[in-house]
Nanobody
Framework: QVQVVESGGGSVQAGGSLRLSCSIS????????MGWFRQAPGKERDFVAR????????TYADSVKGRFTVFRDNAKNTLWLQMNSLKPEDTAVYYC????????????????WGQGTQVTVSS
């Protein structure tokens, strides 16, 4: 059974930094595309970032470009999201996602989702 588990959320003041991590177990890591989404109260879940299997191809939402960095360690089956220069509008529950072939990630359709971790940014 595949498990996707996030950690690292918390509260921080505007301008601060947080690093989220995500570990995957129960399925081979090879070929998996991993991503981050977030959902603020009363809003839809939005794409934040994703990284392909090779670890070099990344995509970011315009709202986080230049502030967030997604990276992974395939040997450790782990994904991270480094968030810098945080803003109050970054407050949300952040979800880690994983997608194996046949890929659905171009349509934001992922196979597995974590339970989410809360990030709160105060002004």
């Amino acid at each position: 059974q595949v498990q996707v588990v996030e950690s690292g959320g918390g509260s921080v003041q505007a301008g601060g930094s947080l690093r989220l991590s995500c570990s995957i177990s129960g399925r081979a890591f090879a070929g998996v595309v991993m991503g981050w989404f977030r959902q603020a109260p009363g809003k839809e879940r939005d794409f934040v970032a994703r990284i392909l299997w090779n670890g070099r191809s990344t995509t970011y939402a315009d709202s986080v470009k230049g502030r967030f960095t997604v990276f992974r360690d395939n040997a450790k089956n782990t994904l991270w999201l480094q968030m810098n220069s945080l803003k109050p509008e970054d407050t949300a529950v952040y979800y880690c996602t994983a997608d194996w072939p046949p890929y659905g990630f171009p349509q934001n359709e992922y196979d597995f989702w974590g339970q989410g971790t809360q990030v709160t940014v105060s002004s």
